[in-house]
């Protein structure tokens, strides 16, 4: 990071690859507790949130409180008019509760009185008689046997159970779906929803913080499968002088695609927009 000649601006020189969209910083500054602290979003969208720590709260104009993350227990807040917030942060940060905690008493309330059950000294009749059902029912269970199900065709695209956290904001949290081979798929939603998100992870681009993806029934980012998705995002970064039969074969490079001879027939999996 480097001082530029403009005042409190700073210059980063971070190598972008070829299709890449999105950049993450994250830096540290200094706080005094119970100061107001203020800032400014220099972004024109809607993709910007504060995030603090389980116990620590944020108070200030323009702070719209979406509730707590599951797995850590920090709060999200969103941003409710304007691009400059000042805030004032109270409390301190505190561990996230075990999933499984026990908060109970161990030696308050009543005593649990063991009672068994009027049977439990009936338990080898009981046996007995059971296993006399089951000889008798086992010649008919026997004599026709249904037939085996069908097997159920297999997936194009199946989510199951997908993660995504940027820090501590979950964008995606536990997505679930499939699509049959041969059919089109639109994922719509408003902005900061995640589909940009789940997209390049099933694309194989980003990995998902839980949960796994499957092309036909295969990983995404092994080679043989990026081989068969297409993928277009909101940059394509394509030269605007350049035609298709000259930058198909310049994207292919970066996936390993091989020559026109060993090309899979069936072509392309289940084409993919976001909207």
Same mark, same amino acid.
Not at 29 to 42: Q, R
Not at 48 to 77: C, F, K, M, W
Not at 176 to 202: D, F, H, Q, V, Y
Not at 232 to 252: F, K, M, W
């Given at each position: 990071?480097?001082?530029?000649?403009? !005042?409190?601006?700073?210059?980063?020189?971070?190598?972008?690859?070829?299709?890449?969209?999105?950049?993450?910083?994250?830096? +540290?500054? !200094?706080?005094?507790?119970?100061?107001?602290?203020?800032?400014?979003?220099?972004?024109?969208?809607?993709?910007?949130?504060?995030?603090?720590?389980?116990?620590? +709260?944020?108070?200030?104009?323009?702070?719209?409180?979406?509730?707590?993350? !599951?797995?850590?227990?920090?709060?999200?807040?969103?941003?409710?008019?304007?691009?400059?917030?000042?805030?004032?942060?109270?409390?301190?940060?505190?561990?996230?509760?075990?999933?499984?905690?026990?908060?109970?008493?161990?030696?308050?309330?009543?005593?649990?009185?063991?009672?068994?059950?009027?049977?439990?000294?009936?338990?080898?009749?009981?046996?007995?008689?059971?296993?006399?059902?089951?000889?008798?029912?086992?010649?008919?269970?026997?004599?026709?046997?249904?037939?085996?199900?069908?097997?159920? !065709?297999?997936?194009?695209?199946?989510?199951?159970?997908?993660?995504?956290?940027?820090?501590?904001?979950?964008?995606?949290?536990?997505?679930?779906?499939?699509?049959?081979?041969?059919?089109?798929?639109?994922?719509?939603?408003?902005?900061?929803?995640?589909?940009? +998100?789940?997209?390049?992870?099933?694309?194989?681009?980003?990995?998902?913080?839980?949960?796994?993806?499957?092309?036909?029934?295969?990983?995404?980012?092994?080679?043989? +499968?990026?081989?068969?998705?297409?993928?277009?995002?909101?940059?394509?970064?394509?030269?605007?002088?350049?035609?298709?039969?000259?930058?198909?074969?310049?994207?292919?490079?970066?996936?390993?695609?091989?020559?026109?001879?060993?090309?899979?027939?069936?072509?392309?999996?289940?084409?993919?927009?976001?909207?």
């Amino acid at each position: 990071m480097d001082k530029t000649s403009t !005042p409190d601006v700073y210059a980063v020189d971070f190598p972008v690859k070829p299709g890449e969209t999105r950049v993450d910083l994250s830096y +540290t500054v !200094p706080y005094t507790g119970g100061a107001a602290y203020a800032g400014k979003i220099v972004t024109k969208d809607d993709d910007s949130y504060l995030i603090s720590a389980n116990g620590v +709260t944020l108070q200030g104009d323009n702070l719209n409180d979406l509730g707590l993350e !599951p797995r850590t227990q920090a709060h999200i807040y969103g941003f409710t008019g304007g691009a400059a917030y000042k805030i004032v942060l109270t409390g301190t940060a505190q561990a996230a509760p075990p999933e499984n905690a026990d908060t109970s008493d161990s030696d308050s309330g009543q005593r649990i009185e063991q009672i068994m059950p009027r049977i439990y000294g009936q338990a080898k009749p009981i046996l007995a008689l059971a296993l006399g059902i089951l000889a008798l029912a086992w010649p008919c269970s026997t004599a026709r046997r249904p037939q085996p199900k069908p097997r159920r !065709p297999m997936s194009a695209v199946a989510v199951d159970g997908v993660w995504k956290f940027y820090g501590d904001f979950p964008a995606l949290r536990d997505v679930r779906l499939e699509a049959a081979p041969g059919s089109c798929l639109a994922l719509i939603g408003r902005n900061g929803a995640g589909k940009t +998100t789940l997209l390049r992870i099933i694309a194989g681009f980003s990995r998902p913080g839980r949960g796994q993806v499957r092309i036909l029934g295969n990983p995404p980012r092994e080679t043989q +499968t990026r081989q068969r998705i297409g993928f277009i995002g909101h940059g394509i970064s394509v030269y605007d002088d350049s035609r298709p039969s000259r930058t198909s074969p310049c994207s292919a490079g970066f996936t390993a695609w091989p020559t026109r001879a060993a090309r899979p027939s069936n072509g392309w999996s289940v084409p993919a927009w976001s909207a």
